[in-house]
C-alpha cells in the first residue's frame, strides 16, 4: 500500500445503457476501436496509465497536471468530431472529472478522497466536457490554451466541503465575466436552528435587504449566469443585498431532514442574525414573496418593508385550480424522470415556463445552473414545500410598506396571484410589469421597469422608521 500525490482522472460514458439497449453491437464496435484508436494511445503519449475500466468508463492517473488535462481535452475535441454526423440518440459521449489529490495505491486499485472527489467532478460535467478541481485548474490554466468555465463552488454527494468547479466544453460560448460587484462578495456560513449550515454573501452598501429563498440558488453560480447577474448587480447598488441559499441546494447543506415552510423561516433568521440584520426590507420572488410574508408576521419588529415579485401567497395545490394541480404534477413527472440526466429535455420544462422568452445562452445557462444546484431528490422535496404553502392568513397582519411587482403575461405564476397579494395586504402597492419572463432579465420587458420601481421604493423606505 503507497500514499502518494496523483492526478486522477475518472471517465464515464453517458447513457451507457440507454445505448447498448437501442444498439448494442454497434455502441461496443466504436467503443472499441475508440479505446483501440484514439483513447489508450493518448493516455499513453501523455504519460498516463490506466488503473480500472470498467464497461463504461475507468481511472487513470498522471503525474502532471497538465498532461492530465490536455490528455482528457484532445480525446474529447476528437470523440467530439468522430460522432458530428452520428443521431443524437446513439452518439458516443463521455464525461470526465480530474483531481489532484494525495491519493492510496493498493496493488491494482486506488483510493482515497482525490478518488472521490474525480468521480464527483466527473458526475458534474456535461456531455462531452472536462470538469477539474480548482487545485487543477490553477496549474494547468496558464499553460494550455483551452478556456473553462467557473462553475462556483459545489456541494457534492459524500464529500464534506464544497469544491470549487472547472468546466471545459467542446462548443462552449464564450465565458461570461460576472459583474464587478461580485468580486466583493464573500461566501460565509451559519448554523439554522436545527443545526443546518447555511451559505449565505452579502453586496453593496446602505439599507440591508434580505433575499428570501426561491425555486434554486447558488450563490456564486448566479453571478455568471446571464439569467441572474445583471439582475443581482443592479440591485446590489441600492442596498445591501444578502442573499443565501436554501437548505437543500447550492452550497448550504444538502442531507437535511426536514425541509418546510417553517425551517425557511428558522433558516431566514439565521442568516439575518449572522448578517447583524436589525432592522431591514425583504425581498421575495416566487414563493420567496410567501415566506417573506410569513416571517414579516413572526418578527414584525424586525421588518421594515417588503418587496415581492412575481410572487404567491398560496402554492400550487392551495389554489383550488385544475391547471396549477396539473402543472405540479407534470412537474414532478419531470424532475422524477431526468433531472439528473444529461439531457437539458426535463429540466427545459421549467426554463421554458420560467423565462420563456430567453435567448439560446440564458435558457442553457438557466437549464445548467438547476442541474448543478441540487439533487433529483431534493429538487422534489423543495417543489412539495413550494406547491402547499399557504401565508395568506399571514399576508392580512403585516402593515409596513409594501412593493408587489408582476410580470403581465408570467407563465410561471399568474398575475392574478400576485394581485391577490395585493388585494390581502393592507396598503399594499401594485405594478403589473411589461413581459413573460418569471425572472428580470436584462435586455428583456420588465427589466428597467423593476428598477425604475424599487429605486423610489427603497429611497422612500431607508429611513423611515416603524409606524
Known amino acids: 500500500m503507497d500514499h502518494r500525490l496523483a492526478v486522477v482522472m475518472a471517465t464515464d460514458m453517458v447513457g451507457y445503457s440507454r445505448l447498448m439497449e437501442t444498439d448494442e453491437l454497434g455502441v461496443l464496435a466504436r467503443q472499441k476501436q475508440y479505446r483501440r484508436e484514439l483513447i489508450d ?6 504519460r498516463g496509465q490506466i488503473i480500472k475500466t470498467t464497461g463504461d468508463g475507468m481511472l487513470v492517473t498522471f503525474d502532471s497536471v497538465k498532461d492530465a488535462v490536455a490528455c482528457a481535452i484532445k480525446i474529447q475535441e476528437e470523440i467530439f468530431s468522430l460522432e458530428g454526423a452520428v443521431s443524437e440518440e446513439k452518439k458516443i459521449r463521455y ?4 483531481n489532484l489529490g494525495d491519493i492510496i495505491f493498493d496493488e491494482d486499485d486506488i483510493f482515497g478522497d482525490g478518488v472521490n472527489v474525480a468521480a464527483r467532478l466527473e458526475g458534474l460535467a456535461e456531455p462531452g466536457g472536462v470538469c477539474v478541481s480548482d487545485i487543477v485548474h490553477q496549474s494547468a490554466s496558464d499553460r494550455i490554451d483551452a478556456s473553462f468555465r467557473d462553475m462556483g463552488a459545489q456541494r457534492v454527494k459524500n464529500i464534506s466541503r464544497p469544491i470549487r468547479v472547472w468546466q471545459w466544453t467542446p462548443d462552449a460560448p464564450p465565458v461570461r465575466k460576472a459583474p464587478e460587484i461580485s468580486l466583493s462578495q464573500r461566501v460565509n456560513y451559519c448554523q439554522s436552528a436545527d443545526g443546518t449550515h447555511l451559505a449565505w454573501a ?10 428570501a429563498p426561491n425555486w434554486l440558488n447558488h450563490i456564486e453560480y448566479e453571478w455568471t449566469s446571464p439569467v441572474w447577474g445583471d439582475f443581482l448587480s443592479e440591485y446590489s447598488k441600492l442596498c445591501r443585498l444578502v442573499r443565501f441559499d436554501q437548505r437543500g441546494n447550492g452550497l448550504s447543506d444538502w442531507e437535511v431532514d426536514d425541509i418546510s415552510e417553517d ?17 431591514f426590507g425583504l425581498f421575495g420572488i416566487s414563493q420567496g414573496a410567501a415566506f417573506s410574508m410569513r416571517f414579516a408576521a413572526k418578527y414584525p419588529e424586525r421588518v421594515k418593508f417588503l418587496i415581492l415579485l412575481g410572487g404567491y401567497a ?3 395545490m392551495m389554489r383550488n385550480d385544475p391547471d396549477a394541480a396539473q402543472f405540479y404534477e407534470a412537474s414532478r413527472a419531470m424532475v422524477s424522470a431526468g ?19 430567453a435567448t439560446k445562452p440564458e435558457g442553457e445557462s438557466f437549464d445548467e ?20 404553502v399557504d401565508a395568506r392568513v399571514e399576508a392580512r397582519s403585516i402593515r409596513v410598506p409594501t412593493l408587489v411587482l408582476h410580470v403581465k403575461d408570467d407563465m410561471a405564476v399568474a398575475i392574478k396571484e400576485g394581485q391577490e397579494i395585493a388585494r390581502t395586504i393592507p396598503g399594499a402597492g401594485f405594478v403589473e410589469l411589461p413581459g413573460a419572463n418569471h425572472c428580470m432579465i436584462r435586455g ?14 427603497l429611497t422612500e423606505n431607508r429611513f423611515q422608521s416603524r409606524g
Request: no cysteine; aromatic share 10%; glycine share 8%.
Open 339 to 357: 433531472w439528473g440526466s444529461p439531457s437539458a429535455v426535463y429540466r427545459h420544462f421549467f426554463t421554458t415556463a420560467y423565462i420563456p422568452d
Open 202 to 211: 452579502s453586496t453593496g452598501t446602505g439599507m440591508p435587504v434580505l433575499k
Open 444 to 457: 428583456h420587458p420588465g427589466f428597467a421597469e423593476f428598477f425604475q420601481e424599487i429605486g423610489p421604493f
Open 95 to 98: 464525461r470526465v472529472g480530474i
Open 263 to 279: 425551517r425557511m423561516i428558522d433558516d431566514m433568521l439565521a442568516v439575518a442574525d449572522a448578517a447583524e440584520l436589525e432592522s
Open 314 to 316: 398560496r402554492g400550487r
Open 41 to 46: 494511445p493518448q493516455i499513453m503519449r501523455s
Open 369 to 388: 445552473m438547476q442541474r448543478v444546484s441540487t439533487s433529483p431528490e431534493n429538487a422534489m422535496r423543495i417543489m412539495a414545500m413550494n406547491a402547499n
